[in-house]
């Protein structure tokens, strides 16, 4: 099996699992409205995934590769031991990925880009893969340019790619962990209520945990926030100007970071 297909079964068997305890487990009561949103965040997960294989010719991976081939790198002009070489890879991309989203959050046209991800009514984890295709070229392109100058580590490259795919679907999660274990595991990850704060309606809120896998990034950086003002199980999602049923079509979600705006940030 290559890598693609690989990928796609570890794809598919975490969503199940996770439709599967969402199901059981439920944490927000809102309705899911699968048979709307499903269709329009699972296609934006596979124009993502086209879009990077037909338009980019390299990959974060295919970059790694080519690093290690030609000693290209600060990882490979220190030379330093492969397990260290793991762990930095991991650290930077991870980084790279936090201030990226920060950065999404504050630039006018980024925020164009991102702001699909965050109109999404309800959360589950097919909200995990609901990004616009520019989106993921603009990440693909910063995450090259990090792996060359790193001279980042194959593997770690792979293994981050397939870690940040499934923990978008975990956070993103319509999931009640028990209050102790959610603690203990925000310690060191994102947890679906941490997240869940990063995509409630109030500007305060949804500018605030932007960490994707680690959740240390937003506490070391003073943009994590415990709680927020209204009950996990009711809170307000999404974004205030799209939330009629035309607005949440896919063509018109394709289209909305072009559209004219009376102010950027909304
Ligand atoms: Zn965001």
Redesign the pocket.
Known sequence: MNATVWRASIFVLLLVLLVLAEWRWPRHQADPDRRHRWPVNLGFGLAGALCLRLLMPWLAIDAALWARQNDVGLLHAWTVPSWLAVVVTLLALDLLIYAQ?RL??RVGWLWRL??L??SDLALDASSGVRFHPLEILFSMGLKIATVVVLGAAPAAVLAFEILLNGFAMFTHANLALPPRLDRILRWMVVTPDMHRI??SVLRDE?DRN?GFNASWWDRLFGSYREAPRQPQATLRLGLDRFRDSREQRFDQLLLQPFRREKTSRQ
Request: hydrophobic content about 20%; proline content about 0%; glycine content about 0%.
């Open positions: 989203h999404m959050h991102h702001r991800h965050h990063h995509h949804h932007f």
